[in-house]
């Protein structure tokens, strides 16, 4: 026997007994939604106001809820912006609105998709359209990144020996 007493579904008894359940319009009855805006740099700020004013009015006109705004400046191939791993975290956000894929990051959208579905949580990109230059730009960006992640690991090596060499020369001065 089938009872829905405390189920949040909807549902339909037909008098045959068969029950129909209609899949949720959207993830959260009442459509509340968390905005995420980034740009790269600092230089952008005025493209962060544009692209926030389009997350609103888009929230606003398909009727939903805004329950918090999210603007962060930072490389969209950095893994550790503070503001987008806070708000991935936080289970209560169960519906991030961005403006394009690329802005929530540069790459692997599509897993971090499926593991917020995996926990009934969705992304919505208002604007599916990718450009091009975009790719060329995330390629650059790529190669930059890497080869920053090199430089940066043989310079730290660099200036370890260094210490080191510096802490030796005063221990054989006494």
């Not at 398909?62 to 999210?70: D, S």
């Not at 893994?79 to 956000?93: A, E, I, P």
């Not at 802005?103 to 604007?127: P, Q, Y």
Request: aromatic share 6%; charged share 35%; net charge positive.
């Amino acid at each position: 026997m089938f009872k829905a007493d405390n189920l949040p579904i909807k549902y339909e008894q037909l008098p045959t007994g068969t029950i129909i359940v209609y899949p949720d319009e959207e993830i959260s009855s009442d459509n509340k939604v968390v905005l995420y805006g980034r740009v790269s740099s600092n230089d952008q700020k005025e493209d962060l106001k544009r692209q926030m004013r389009r997350l609103k009015d888009f929230a606003s006109a398909h009727g939903y809820t805004i329950e918090q705004e999210v603007c962060e400046i930072g490389s969209g191939l950095n893994g550790r912006r503070r503001k987008l791993n806070k708000l991935l975290c936080d289970c209560n956000v169960k519906c991030v609105v961005v403006e394009h894929k690329d802005r929530l990051t540069r790459f692997g959208f599509e897993m971090l998709e499926a593991a917020l579905r995996a926990s009934n949580r969705k992304i919505i990109v208002i604007n599916e359209t990718e450009y091009k230059e975009d790719i060329v730009q995330d390629f650059v960006d790529l190669i930059t990144s890497m080869c920053a992640r090199i430089y940066g690991k043989r310079g730290a090596k660099n200036r370890a020996a260094n210490a080191l060499k510096a802490i030796e020369n005063e221990k054989e001065k006494k």
